[in-house]
């Protein structure tokens, strides 16, 4: 009986914590805006962004032909892409915003 109430209380406790990850409207905790900004510096700071998940940021703000991507010494993914018919260096910070340099 004592083991049933252990699995119940366990199985409550990851029910609540898979609810409060889909409400969180992302996968980054630290992406609090779905919406994807361009701006002129990458933020320096702990990146917890997957590669694939930097690379669906970067196409989401209408990039294609995405690199692989790298992710420096700052914790910024790097790589190139295609925009307008330009090869530019993009760059994903943490917080999710795209640059280009």
Known sequence: MHKKI???AFA???ATAAFAQADAGSHNPAVKNPTVHT???AAKGRN???ESQARGRIAKDGYT??????????????????????KVNVA????GNVTVH
């Open 48 to 50: 917890s962004f997957t």
């Open 65 to 86: 032909g995405i690199s692989k991507l790298a992710k420096n010494q700052n914790g910024v993914w790097q790589g190139t892409a295609m925009k307008g018919g330009a």
């Open 12 to 14: 409550a406790s990851m």
């Open 39 to 41: 701006t002129a510096m």
């Open 92 to 95: 994903l910070d943490y917080k």
């Open 6 to 8: 252990i699995v119940a």
